[in-house]
């Protein structure tokens, strides 16, 4: 299973040390409206649209007003806090559209409050009897709503699960506790600044640096034990479910058996992993072996590989120090000889921290783009092979996968078109479906699947690292609003139509990643496409929120 922003973990899979706690239920329970959708070709034939749930656990719920748990009172922090106050109302520049936060923190991105477990009213319909597991979404939430500049990935991570169990459904919502979460929660004030909007200007990023720099060294933060938001995605691997972000390790994640989340702790895997982690690491469905990787923005090696063997237990790391400058490596992908890596136009410059002159994360039009190669079990660093590949620059990777005996290599992924506006503008972002191919040649070729604007993507989970048919994309209207899902052939030729089916949610209405759930997991005579696609679904008009789930 691909790590992503919302997965599904089968009964008979999740991890099995789960213990009942007694969790208060609110008055008045979410609705579910159930009803059986199918993706198909022009014309959508339907029953209804899905689980619909009440304004209680809608995803636009205004947030409400947050106590101190520990009230600081000495000198110093008080001075601190005036600094900061000082900082957001005085000192800031005028905020770009990308990081108002009354601009980002609107409709389909307002903050939630958490909500215990909560068992869905059922009023119409039923679920599909082999849907019997937890559906899970992991994305960013504010605690404290910002005064100054913020961005849509600066919130701290909420875990959102829908436990379904013989035709009934319990709605979750938990923050992922990570250090960062609780010191924050225990002063009342936010400490650590964002790595991608706090620093705004000269003037705001020598206050935040020093400031930050001053709660450290008074002790009110350390971030040998965190600095990450695990805001990103959630994997399964080793008999664990995790929250992930990539500036820091994973935190562990329980549920229990009455549908709540519990958060068990940041984990080093035994002191073998070091500093961070991507948060989309890749399952290997046939070997249960989980592969994985960080990039580092300031020291070599900028990229280092390593995976896990079924056990979860952590192998050696193996330095890439031939990337020679920072890249934003968010993704990869494997088959069942190589791990591919992309080295894209979008970097990672620390000065421009230091200098305040914007996002750290930025675009070089100068640079050509590569594809690395490494085999899969390499231990030996001098095994990654570099081809350029000019104007491919995939920040989410599909799936890729071998052919003609391993001299090949099949990758799809979203093409950006855009990388200048990546972060600062997503509104602007382009993305268009290709699927790379090569080795023996040396030469990276390229063909369209899609002229549509795609990502976050996802595929048959049993179908990672092997050849696959059916892709289900999300469609950016624009992005970071999701108007629909498609599903691609992506075995149809270049001058054939791929889309051959499409869901679009409707005016005022805006999504989430899907995730593929199989009818039959385990099932070798399954068809590729023999399952159901869960998104959740906003509805700004009504503010209500719905998971959806379509028959793929």
Not at 25 to 30: A, G, K
Not at 233 to 250: H, I, Q, V
Not at 461 to 469: D, G, L, Q
Not at 497 to 522: D, H, I, L, N, Q
Request: proline share 9%.
């Amino acid at each position: 299973m691909d790590a992503l922003s919302s997965t599904f973990i089968p009964k008979s899979l999740a991890p099995s040390n789960a213990t009942a706690i007694s969790t208060p239920i609110v008055s008045q329970p979410p609705q579910l409206y159930i009803f059986s959708v199918r993706i198909q070709g022009k014309q959508l034939n339907s029953s209804a649209t899905t689980s619909k749930l009440s304004n209680t656990a809608s995803p636009a719920t205004p947030l409400s007003p947050l106590k101190n748990i520990m009230a600081p009172s000495t000198a110093i922090t008080l001075i601190f806090n005036a600094v900061r106050d000082t900082l957001e109302n005085f000192i800031y520049p005028d905020l770009s559209p990308s990081l108002d936060p009354r601009l980002v923190l609107a409709g389909n991105f307002s903050p939630v409050d958490e909500l215990p477990p909560t068992e869905c009213e059922v009023i119409q319909g039923t679920l599909p009897p082999c849907l019997d597991g937890a559906y899970i979404r992991n994305g960013p939430n504010p605690r404290y709503l910002p005064r100054g500049p913020y961005h849509l990935f600066d919130g701290d991570g909420m875990v959102h699960c829908v436990r379904v169990s013989k035709g009934r459904a319990t709605l979750c919502s938990r923050y992922v506790k990570t250090y960062k979460y609780n010191a924050e929660r225990e002063a009342g004030f936010p400490i650590v600044p964002s790595f991608l909007s706090s620093f705004n200007g000269l003037t705001s990023s020598a206050t935040h640096f020093t400031l930050y720099a001053a709660r450290i060294l008074t002790g009110q933060y350390n971030p040998a034990k965190g600095i990450g938001l695990a805001n990103t995605s959630l994997a399964l691997f080793g008999n664990r479910l995790y929250a992930l972000g990539e500036s820091d390790l994973p935190y562990a994640l329980r549920l229990t058996s009455n549908g709540d989340i519990e958060t068990l702790g940041r984990h080093d895997f035994d002191g073998k992993l070091f500093r961070s982690m991507t948060a989309h690491p890749k399952l290997d469905p046939d070997t249960g072996e989980t592969f994985a990787f960080r990039y580092d923005p300031i020291f070599r090696p900028f990229l280092t590989y390593f995976y896990f063997d079924p056990n979860g237990i952590k192998q050696p790391d193996v330095p890439i120090f031939s990337m020679v400058t920072p890249s934003f490596i968010h993704d990869f992908a494997i088959t069942k000889n190589y791990a591919i890596f992309a080295d894209i136009q979008i970097g990672i410059n620390p000065m421009k921290i230091i200098l305040g002159s914007g996002s750290p994360v930025s675009s070089d039009l100068t640079k050509v783009p590569r594809i690395g190669i490494i085999r899969r079990y390499s231990k030996d660093k001098s095994e990654m092979k570099w081809f350029d590949a000019p104007g491919f620059n995939p920040i989410h990777v599909i799936n890729a996968w071998d052919e003609d005996d391993g001299n090949a290599i099949v990758m799809v992924a979203p093409n950006i078109l855009s990388v200048e506006h990546t972060l600062e503008r997503m509104d602007l972002v382009h993305a268009l479906v290709e699927k790379g191919l090569d080795l023996k040649t040396r030469l990276v070729t390229r063909q369209p699947i899609s002229t549509r604007n795609l990502d976050f993507a996802v595929i048959n989970p049993a179908y990672v690292a092997n050849k696959t048919k059916y892709v289900y994309a999300a469609v950016g209207d624009p992005m970071p609003k999701i108007s629909g899902v498609v599903k691609l052939d992506v075995s149809k030729g270049e001058l054939e139509e791929c889309t051959v089916g499409s869901r679009m949610y409707g005016a005022g209405c805006y999504g989430g990643e899907p995730f593929f759930v199989a009818k039959g997991p385990g099932n070798p005579e399954a068809a590729e496409d023999d399952g159901y696609v869960l998104p959740f679904v906003h509805n700004e008009n009504t503010e209500e929120s719905s998971l959806l789930v379509m028959d793929a």
